[in-house]
């Protein structure tokens, strides 16, 4: 077995990409025991699983970055958001930031909040669609394309579900549920934070 040291600028570059030692012992043909001995010589702290799983599915780090310094409108935006959030956002799930609405300019909004104020890569915003079984797909997909101005390959598979029966509500959703949606832990653990401050706030 090969007893040289292994640099500390090459450990921390390979496990700081989000390499796991097993990983980085076959880049450097070594041992993972050797791999390990050279962490804890030069004090490298060891992340956690769901870390170093963050790291693989962001190699080139957080696809966000809260904008801090804003504009009175840029205000109105932050507030519109986590308004729609509260109201509107799925919070069961650990990493999801989803919104569902049948009101396109509510998406319309919420989207603009993601990508002006949280600063969100746009390629990691994804859309779903649901409707009822009895719609015409390519109308609803044609009108959400429309609407958000986004191609409409961007849904891909349309979820259909029985429907309810006439009403009010069959009439409004007849193009059916736009859902937006990113995933990322890091940016809904920021948003939960922001909802329990606007819930701790003095009325």
Known sequence: ??????????????YLSG??????????????????YWM????????????????????NGDPFKIKTVISPA????????????WGEGERVSK???RVANTDSNLIKVF?????????VEISRIHYYLICY???????????????LEISDKKFGKIVQITPRGKGSYRTKSQNGVC??????IKLKNWLMQQLVKLKNMPT
């Open 74 to 85: 840029e205000k109105l935006l932050f507030g519109l958001g986590l308004g729609i959030y």
């Open 111 to 119: 989207r603009r909040f993601l990508i002006e104020i949280c600063q």
């Open 179 to 184: 859902i937006i949606e990113i995933s990322n």
């Open 133 to 147: 079984k009895d719609s015409d797909l390519n109308k609803v997909r044609l009108y959400w394309s429309k609407t």
């Open 1 to 14: 077995m090969n007893n040289s040291a292994i640099l500390k600028s090459e450990l921390e570059s390979l």
């Open 19 to 36: 390499n796991s030692m097993s990983e980085i012992a076959l880049s450097l043909k070594c041992s993972i025991h050797k791999v390990v």
């Open 40 to 59: 804890n010589k030069y004090g490298i702290k060891k992340r956690n699983r769901s870390e170093a799983l963050y790291i693989k599915l962001n190699p």
């Open 95 to 97: 990493g999801k930031v």
